[in-house]
């Protein structure tokens, strides 16, 4: 099982980012997905998930300007940033839940299984 997330780069306050995971190895349809970043110095934290269903949710920290989307025929999974503010520099990562047709949502990184290797955005002010 591989996760690849790109996508990230240097972008100015106020701009956009579409983060892309693509994942292989298996099929992820019925399975759970999320993002999570890490800033420099600060211990990892959730962005957003995304449910087999579809179903999505958001931090509170990013509600409102980012969306995590899938693609079940591309095994990917998205993460739209727009309105990018300097708080939001880290390194982003992708995950995926271990079980299969999960019935909640999963916001602690101890419910994921299989981890990406990031991908960097910086924001400018």
């Known amino acids: 099982v591989q996760l690849q997330a790109s996508g990230g780069g240097l972008v100015q306050a106020g701009g956009s980012l579409r983060l892309s995971c693509a994942a292989s190895g298996r099929t992820f349809s019925s399975y759970d997905m999320g993002w999570f970043r890490q800033a420099p110095g600060k211990e990892r934290e959730f962005v957003a998930a995304?449910?087999?269903?579809?179903?999505?949710t958001h931090a509170n920290t990013v509600k409102g300007r980012f969306r995590i989307s899938r693609d079940n025929a591309r095994n990917t999974v998205y993460l739209q940033m727009n309105s990018l503010k300097p708080e939001d520099t880290a390194v982003y990562f992708c995950a995926v839940h271990a079980e299969a047709y999960s019935t909640n949502f999963h916001t602690r990184e101890y419910e994921y299984a299989y981890w990406g290797q990031g991908t960097l955005v910086t924001v400018s002010s």
């Open positions: 995304i449910k087999w269903s579809g179903a999505g």
